[in-house]
């Protein structure tokens, strides 16, 4: 079980990640390239802009269970961080469930528009608009199954020491336990 | 229906619930309760926001601030800097803003201008006397100008709203920059001469000619960047791309401080503050979408103008109004969801929206080094490991200071638009 859970934990967030930085990286490369094409080459990219969109659109979706799995979802905190660990607890289960419905309506809403768009193509690629929507209910399964996996690993480890942690269950499984991450606003 | 969905959101974010879910749930839950929309149109409304153009430049200029972080440009404008003010009094707070003002012209955000400068300035300021809530408090506040003056992602965000030339509202931001960087300047020189603070000869300082020559390919990027998009050889997404190339560059040839390995982790974090800000301009466009459905910014608009007579009055509402919202809202949430309600008003009153930009932003920034939620504030903070409550007294000081700037160039709209065509 325990190993399980640790190896579902570690797939999903490295095969995300390695999804997501590339496809992050893929926009200065592209936007850089559709500079040269029309300075140096003087032929204007017809397809890079919609290409460049889609990585944006895929990437952000993407790192969207990044943020869930690093507690780096901006927040006001300063509530948290002034109660006692009890009451941490519970205002961590009202995240972790608020964030569940949010994610699961962008899923199963997502899917349904997918549904209604697979027939529109996108200008530029010529491919299905289902494929840019797309982003929106796999961005969503994806931060489901992170949150869900971090769960099961941290049920299946965390009493494995004879003293208690010293974060709650559910902070720990919105991962406020971590050290603190940069507020990473504008 | 509007009050349900704002108490919502409101009360998510009191309980520390992270600012995309409320945002989401409480449009999510109106659209259910109140509207009948089927769902669909909630996650359509979230490609809708994200799929722009100009939101390209985000990330671009997110990536590009961490790069410059990395690759060294940072310390060699902080050594720029210092060695303009040597021998001054108070010379190296006033190098903090020098350099804070530098790097505002190539990084597009003000928390990232914290990081980057900060991290090197604070424990600088620390060693020659100056306390630590001070240091963290006057990074905050000079960091503000990483959003004022070009590339600045809330402009971005605000012309993607408004409609208007991102162009046009860059060359807008220069004037309000300069100002606000003048006169912490002036503040922070006047106070070190009053209290008597660092004598200005700071060791280690290297003469400006030598400063000038290390830190030159660091000046140059300001120079490619903004002359490129003014010079009309490329738009700002694509300046944003010549910016992270430009940045690598430098960073890997000319300084030798950036690593080949260095790029994966750098990309990560320039994701997660990505990610983290387009999520929530994503369900904050789902969010105004559902306002204007309901005719918010019309009924709102007609209130105020029955209700408020003249341009001068609407500008000192508005800029109150802001300052309070921005002390509680995320900034891109806030321009996402307040720029269509205020600009046809503004516009209504014979305000340029251009001008209305820079006021927006510029109040929106002060936002961002008030508590209780001040992302900058918490980033200086984190910077110079003192807690908010200690910065406070001196933090004062400089949010009065910009105030005053704010209403300068609320009422003076020749400092945002001398420069725009």
């Known amino acids: 079980m325990k190993f399980t859970a640790y190896w579902a934990d570690r797939c999903i967030a490295r095969t995300t990640e390695t999804a997501a930085i590339a496809l992050f990286l893929l926009i200065p490369i592209l936007t850089a390239y559709q500079v040269v094409a029309r300075f140096v080459l003087q032929q204007p990219s017809p397809w890079s802009e919609a290409a460049i969109q889609m990585s944006m659109i895929w990437s952000t979706l993407l790192?969207?269970?990044?943020?869930?799995r690093q507690g780096a979802l901006l927040s006001m905190d300063f509530i948290e961080k002034r109660v006692p660990n009890r009451f941490l607890n519970v205002l961590s289960f009202v995240h972790f469930v608020a964030a569940l419905g949010l994610l699961l309506?962008?899923?199963?809403?997502?899917?349904?528009?997918?549904?209604?768009?697979?027939?529109?193509r996108l200008a530029g690629l010529g491919i299905s608009m289902a494929y840019a929507y797309g982003a929106i209910p796999v961005g969503a399964v994806v931060s489901i199954l992170t949150i869900i996996s971090r769960a099961a690993l941290l049920l299946a480890t965390r009493y494995e020491n004879s003293h208690p942690p010293e974060v709650p269950l559910w902070a720990d499984i919105m991962a406020k336990g971590n050290p603190a991450p940069r507020q990473e606003g504008v | 229906?509007?009050?349900?969905?704002?108490?919502?959101?409101?009360?998510?974010?009191?309980?520390?619930?992270?600012i995309v879910v409320s945002v989401g749930l409480a449009t999510l839950l109106t659209m259910i309760l109140f509207t009948g929309l089927p769902t669909q149109v909630f996650a359509q409304q979230l490609f809708v926001a994200l799929h722009k153009y100009p939101l390209v430049a985000v990330p671009l200029f997110i990536f590009a601030g961490a790069l410059m972080e990395t690759g060294?440009?940072?310390?060699?404008?902080?050594?720029?800097?210092?060695?303009?003010?040597?021998?001054?009094?108070?010379?190296?707070?006033?190098?903090?803003?020098l350099t804070c003002m530098i790097f505002?012209?190539?990084?597009?955000?003000?928390?990232?201008?914290?990081?980057?400068?900060?991290?090197?300035?604070?424990?600088?300021?620390?060693?020659?006397?100056?306390?630590?809530p001070?240091?963290?408090?006057?990074?905050?506040?000079?960091?503000?100008?990483?959003?004022?003056?070009?590339?600045?992602?809330?402009?971005?965000?605000?012309?993607?709203?408004?409609?208007?030339?991102?162009?046009?509202?860059?060359?807008?931001?220069?004037?309000?920059?300069?100002?606000?960087?003048?006169?912490?300047?002036?503040?922070?020189?006047?106070?070190?001469?009053?209290?008597?603070?660092?004598?200005?000869?700071?060791?280690?300082?290297?003469?400006?000619?030598?400063?000038?020559?290390?830190?030159?390919?660091?000046?140059?990027?300001?120079?490619?960047?903004l002359g490129g998009i003014y010079g009309g050889i490329f738009t700002p997404t694509e300046a944003a791309a010549v910016a992270v190339v430009y940045a690598a560059l430098v960073g890997f040839f000319i300084h030798g401080d950036l690593k080949l390995a260095d790029i994966i982790p750098v990309a990560r974090r320039s994701l997660i503050s990505t990610a983290n800000i387009l999520m929530i301009i994503a369900v904050a466009g789902a969010f105004s979408y559902l306002i204007s459905r309901a005719g918010v910014p019309a009924s709102l608009g007609r209130w105020i103008s029955?209700?408020?007579?003249?341009?001068?009055?609407?500008?000192?509402?508005?800029?109150?109004?802001?300052?309070?919202?921005?002390?509680?809202?995320?900034?891109?949430?806030?321009?996402?969801?307040?720029?269509?309600?205020?600009?046809?008003?503004?516009?209504?009153?014979?305000?340029?929206?251009?001008?209305?930009?820079?006021?927006?932003?510029?109040?929106?920034?002060?936002?961002?080094?008030?508590?209780?939620?001040?992302?900058?504030?918490?980033?200086?903070?984190?910077?110079?490991?003192?807690?908010?409550?200690?910065?406070?007294?001196?933090?004062?000081?400089?949010?009065?200071?910009?105030?005053?700037?704010?209403?300068?160039?609320?009422?003076?709209?020749?400092?945002?638009?001398f420069a725009v065509g």
């Open chain 2, 306 to 417: 029955e209700n408020i007579s003249g341009a001068t009055v609407f500008l000192l509402t508005v800029n109150l109004a802001l300052f309070i919202l921005g002390m509680f809202l995320e900034t891109s949430a806030s321009i996402i969801i307040l720029t269509p309600i205020l600009v046809p008003v503004a516009v209504h009153y014979g305000i340029d929206p251009i001008h209305f930009g820079l006021i927006m932003v510029v109040n929106l920034a002060l936002g961002m080094i008030t508590p209780p939620f001040g992302v900058n504030l918490f980033a200086a903070c984190d910077v110079g490991k003192v807690s908010i409550e200690q910065v406070m007294p001196s933090l004062l000081m400089f949010v009065l200071v910009v105030v005053a700037c704010l209403m300068l160039i609320t009422f003076i709209p020749q400092i945002s638009l």
């Open chain 2, 104 to 132: 505002a012209a190539v990084s597009g955000s003000s928390v990232a201008t914290t990081f980057a400068v900060g991290s090197i300035m604070i424990p600088a300021l620390v060693r020659n006397g100056y306390s630590r």
């Open chain 1, 63 to 68: 790192g969207f269970s990044i943020l869930f």
């Open chain 1, 105 to 120: 309506v962008m899923l199963f809403a997502g899917l349904k528009l997918i549904g209604i768009v697979k027939a529109q």
């Open chain 2, 1 to 18: 229906m509007t009050a349900f969905m704002l108490s919502f959101m409101v009360g998510g974010f009191a309980l520390g619930v992270p």
């Open chain 2, 134 to 225: 001070f240091a963290s408090s006057l990074q905050a506040a000079a960091a503000e100008l990483g959003v004022i003056i070009p590339p600045s992602i809330p402009l971005i965000l605000y012309a993607v709203s408004a409609e208007v030339s991102i162009g046009d509202l860059f060359i807008a931001g220069i004037g309000p920059g300069i100002l606000i960087g003048a006169a912490l300047i002036v503040t922070v020189l006047v106070y070190s001469r009053i209290k008597g603070g660092d004598i200005g000869i700071a060791q280690n300082v290297q003469p400006l000619a030598m400063a000038t020559q290390r830190a030159f390919f660091s000046l140059l990027m300001p120079v490619v960047v």
């Open chain 2, 72 to 97: 060294g440009i940072s310390t060699r404008l902080v050594e720029f800097a210092k060695a303009v003010f040597r021998g001054v009094r108070g010379g190296l707070a006033a190098s903090c803003v």
